[in-house]
Each structure stands twice: as C-alpha cells, then as structure tokens.
C-alpha cells in the first residue's frame, strides 16, 4: 500500500488558515470591546465634564460669525457692482468702436 501524504498538507494547510483567521478576529475582538468601552465611559461621564466650549465661547463665535457674514456679503455686493459697471463700460466701448 502506498502511503500518500496530501491529505495530511491539506489538514495542515486548513488547520494553520483556521488558525489565522482566529488571531485576525481575536484583534478585531479586542478592537471592537475597547472601542465599546470608551462609549460606555463616555455616556458615563456628566455632560459638565465632558470637554466641548462653554455657552460663552459659543456666544464669542456667534458674534464673530455675524460680524463676518456682514462682512462678506457687504464686500460681494459692492464687488458685483463694480464688475457690472466694469460690464458696461465694456460694452459701451465696443459699441463706440463699431
């Protein structure tokens, strides 16, 4: 009888890619706990102490927010008319040249 030793590289084959695919899942495993218990800490800790901008700072960005929205919008309107006025000009020239 001859003895073929396929079978046995094939166990040994499916026994070490078993055995590779556990350690893969065991980081994602351990990843996806620790990840779990960061929330959970996180839903734990009081709102107060919970790092983020107080009312005031948000009141200051509002404010500079404002300010900045006047800015741009007033600055663009007067742009826009001076490329209409631009505009026209242009056109008038070449009207006078024909």
Request: net charge positive; no cysteine; aromatic share 6%.
């Amino acid at each position: 009888m001859i003895y073929d030793p396929s079978p046995i590289f094939i166990i040994l084959f499916v026994l070490g890619m078993l055995a590779i695919f556990r350690k893969r899942g065991m980081g994602i495993q351990h990843r996806l706990e620790r990840q779990i218990a960061e929330l959970r800490a996180e839903r734990r800790t009081p709102p107060s102490l919970q790092p983020g901008p107080t009312a005031d700072q948000v009141q200051m960005l509002e404010d500079r927010v404002r300010v900045l929205e006047r800015i741009v919008t007033d600055q663009n309107y007067d742009l826009a008319r001076e490329i209409e006025a631009l505009r026209d000009r242009k056109a008038d020239h070449r009207r006078e040249v024909q």
